[in-house]
């Protein structure tokens, strides 16, 4: 099992950047892929961006601006979001998703999600 607790979010202006976190402990090496989720009132949750061990992935809407990163030894993704605008506002969700192999067979290929983190942005 693994358990995430996200964390970085609050009120900047538009223009502005964050830096979202998400601790991961447990199974934590039977992580395949991580990722950002955002989910705005009224709106379905979508997909900010995700990362593996080979390659990042980023929504239409955010590339040029986010930037995704995991590291390995501490556990801990991030999301660096420069250049904000109000459509970011949102709830952010660390997300992740485990191997369905060998010992992590147990525990994947089920998604863990962090508890959310507001971020919102004003014009």
């Known amino acids: 099992q693994v358990q995430l607790v996200d964390s970085g979010g609050g009120l900047v202006q538009a223009g502005g950047s964050l830096r979202l976190s998400c601790a991961a402990s447990?199974?934590?090496?039977?992580?395949?892929?991580m990722g950002w989720y955002r989910q705005a009132p009224g709106k379905e949750r979508e997909l900010v961006a995700s990362i593996t061990s080979g390659s990042t992935n980023y929504a239409d809407s955010v590339k040029g601006r986010f930037t995704i990163s995991r590291d390995n030894a501490n556990n801990e993704l991030s999301l660096q979001m420069n250049s904000l605008k109000p459509e970011d506002t949102a709830v952010y969700y660390c997300n992740a998703r485990l191997y369905d192999s060998g010992f992590c067979r147990r525990w994947g290929p089920n998604d863990y999600w962090g508890q959310g983190t507001q971020v919102t942005v004003s014009s």
């Open positions: 447990g199974v934590t090496i039977c992580i395949s892929v």
